[in-house]
């Protein structure tokens, strides 16, 4: 195997630059996916028959708190690479590790704001509406789950095998990921919340 040291150690070899590729294309069908959850949802929010709207269900405080633990995420784990490109493997790990944990009190948040929803009777069955809305919402949690249990194993695999161009390469890889489910939860807290909490 070639290393290249003239590049980052996620890109040193052949091999490291085409899992990157194919993971672009691999997040191009991800794009699709939610592309059309948000088209139906825009379809079908304001069919809630003789269920709540948005503007009647929807708390700015825990919209918020996600948002803000979402975004910090993602730039603690950009500290993360950094930490991984100049060899730091201690403060990658804290990095990552903190990553995951901002990510559980996202999840922690949304399953609340789930029970929430049930609480006040926005169930899947409801309406058109409450039905594309906990399933966009439940896709994206989805997504972060897995993410969750894909950088546990990251930081498992670099604390055993250390910073070689393989494990880091999927580390940057999970950092994409992760990076992308932030992108998903900006357009969710600017078109879906904020757009609702502003419907008359």
Same mark, same amino acid.
């Given at each position: 195997?070639?290393?290249? =040291?003239?590049?980052?150690?996620?890109?040193?070899?052949?091999?490291?630059?085409?899992?990157?590729?194919?993971?672009?294309?691999?997040?191009?069908?991800?794009?699709?996916?939610?592309?059309?959850?948000?088209?139906?949802?825009?379809?079908?929010?304001?069919?809630?028959?003789?269920?709540?709207?948005?503007?009647e269900?929807?708390?700015?405080?825990?919209?918020?708190?996600?948002?803000?633990?979402?975004?910090?995420?993602?730039f603690?784990?950009?500290?993360?690479? =950094?930490?991984?490109?100049?060899?730091?493997?201690?403060?990658?790990l804290?990095?990552?590790?903190?990553?995951?944990?901002?990510?559980?009190g996202?999840?922690?948040?949304?399953?609340y704001? @789930?029970? =929430?929803?049930?609480?006040?009777?926005?169930?899947?069955?409801?309406?058109?509406?409450?039905?594309?809305?906990?399933t966009?919402?439940?896709?994206?949690?989805?997504h972060?789950? @897995?993410?969750?249990?894909?950088?546990? @194993?990251?930081?498992?695999q670099?604390?055993?095998r250390?910073?070689?161009p393989?494990?880091?390469?999927?580390?940057?890889?999970?950092?994409l990921y992760? =990076?992308?489910?932030?992108?998903?939860?900006?357009?969710?807290f600017?078109?879906?919340?904020?757009?609702?909490?502003?419907?008359?």
């Open positions: 195997m070639k290393i290249d =040291h003239s590049l980052p150690l996620e890109y040193s070899t052949e091999q490291n630059s085409l899992n990157i590729l194919g993971f672009w294309i691999f997040l191009g069908a991800e794009i699709v996916l939610f592309g059309t959850l948000f088209a139906s949802y825009f379809t079908l929010v304001d069919r809630t028959g003789n269920g709540p709207t948005g503007a269900i929807f708390k700015i405080t825990p919209v918020l708190v996600e948002t803000i633990l979402l975004l910090t995420s993602s603690i784990i950009g500290l993360g690479i =950094h930490a991984m490109r100049i060899g730091n493997k201690k403060a990658m804290t990095f990552f590790a903190i990553t995951l944990l901002l990510g559980l996202f999840l922690g948040v949304e399953i704001e @789930f029970l =929430h929803y049930g609480h006040i009777g926005a169930g899947l069955q409801t309406s058109a509406f409450t039905a594309i809305l906990l966009t919402l439940g896709t994206h949690g989805a972060v789950s @897995f993410g969750l249990i894909w950088g546990l @194993f990251i930081i498992m670099v604390r055993k250390g910073l070689t393989q494990t880091a390469n999927k580390s940057f890889i999970f950092s992760w =990076h992308f489910l932030d992108v998903v939860w900006i357009f969710i600017s078109f879906v919340y904020l757009k609702g909490m502003m419907a008359t």
